[in-house]
């Protein structure tokens, strides 16, 4: 699929075109919402999500020397978080051998979308998880998701750069139990910035061939699960994106300033329990409650390792 098509597609065109792949299926959440599916044969499961932080598809894309953005005046960023993923899921159901995909649905909505509830789906036939989904290309993304035998593959056999985690659909997933995930840099740059967001036309294709040779060397990674963590120090960065969005696609924004990097502060919710949130911030934290953040209290945050979603 062309990016640039798929830069203008709305998450339910692009819902159906995953539909449309061979073999695909849908597998819904705790929250009601779906994910779509296709079964690989390479033991590890590719994910992106299919919702951008942006209300709308850009109009019109400016390509000038390999950077893809839109006009300085556009409402709607150019959306590579998380397009960027999405069409290197596309470009590997083409592979001849390739990895399970897992296309999730609204992850920018506090992670309201498809993906929580799917850690109770057996995973067990695989190695990890990779969600291309993160800022910059040439970097994975780690933290509790991950352990030591994924992040040394990536890191010393791939030879990317370890960075901190944020949040997104594999802290869902990638729970005690469950194989260990990582984010892996999608090639896009200022994300949730409409006017300053874009992507590398280069950092795409680097990425495409660090997920080949993943398809080709990942039965030499050994077969583990993602270490018992307590409870209290799972949850990194949840709700960022609502912190950051204020009410994701449909609310009112909230003002406010940005935490610094690990910053720690109090979430407290103004509306609750909808599926429509609004913080007072703060900063963005975490919450052992967080999975669906209706109901969740947020009476404390502890914000470590936490950096922009
Ligand atoms: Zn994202």
New binding site residues.
């Given amino acids: 699929m062309d990016i640039k098509a798929l830069l203008k597609m709305s998450q339910q065109e692009i819902k159906d075109a995953a539909l449309g792949l061979n073999g695909a299926r849908e597998i819904v959440g705790s929250t009601g919402k779906s994910s779509v599916i296709v079964q690989g044969t390479v033991p590890f499961v590719l994910m992106a999500?299919m919702d951008t932080y942006y209300c709308d598809e850009p109009k019109t894309i400016i390509y000038e020397r390999g950077r893809l953005s839109v006009p300085k005046n556009s409402v709607a960023g150019v959306g590579g978080?998380?397009r960027c993923g999405c069409w290197t899921l596309f470009k590997a159901a083409d592979w001849e051998r390739s990895p399970t995909l897992l296309f999730c649905e609204d992850?920018e909505l506090c992670g309201t979308g498809s993906s929580p509830g799917l850690h109770l789906h057996d995973w067990s036939e695989y190695k990890c998880f990779v969600e291309v989904?993160g800022p910059g290309y040439g970097v994975f993304y780690s933290g509790s998701t991950s352990n030591s035998t994924l992040d040394s593959f990536m890191e010393n056999e791939l030879g990317l750069t370890k960075q901190l985690t944020s949040y997104?659909d594999i802290a869902e997933i990638c729970r005690p139990g469950n194989p260990p995930g990582i984010t892996l840099g999608a090639a896009y740059y200022n994300?949730h910035d409409a006017s300053r967001e874009w992507i590398s036309e280069f950092g795409l294709v680097v990425q495409l061939e660090v997920l080949k040779q993943m398809v080709r060397v990942i039965g030499r990674l050994d077969w583990s699960v993602v270490p018992q963590v307590a409870k209290s120090r799972w949850r990194t960065g949840s709700c960022y994106s609502a912190y950051s969005h204020g009410l994701g696609h449909e609310g009112e924004r909230v003002k406010g300033k940005k935490p610094e990097l690990g910053e720690q502060a109090t979430v407290k919710i103004i509306n609750e329990p909808t599926e429509k949130h609004s913080y007072d911030y703060g900063a963005m934290g975490e919450c052992e409650l967080a999975p669906s953040c209706s109901g969740c209290k947020w009476e404390e945050a502890c914000g470590y390792d936490i950096y922009a979603?």
């Fill in positions: 999500h978080d998380d992850e989904d997104n994300q979603a």
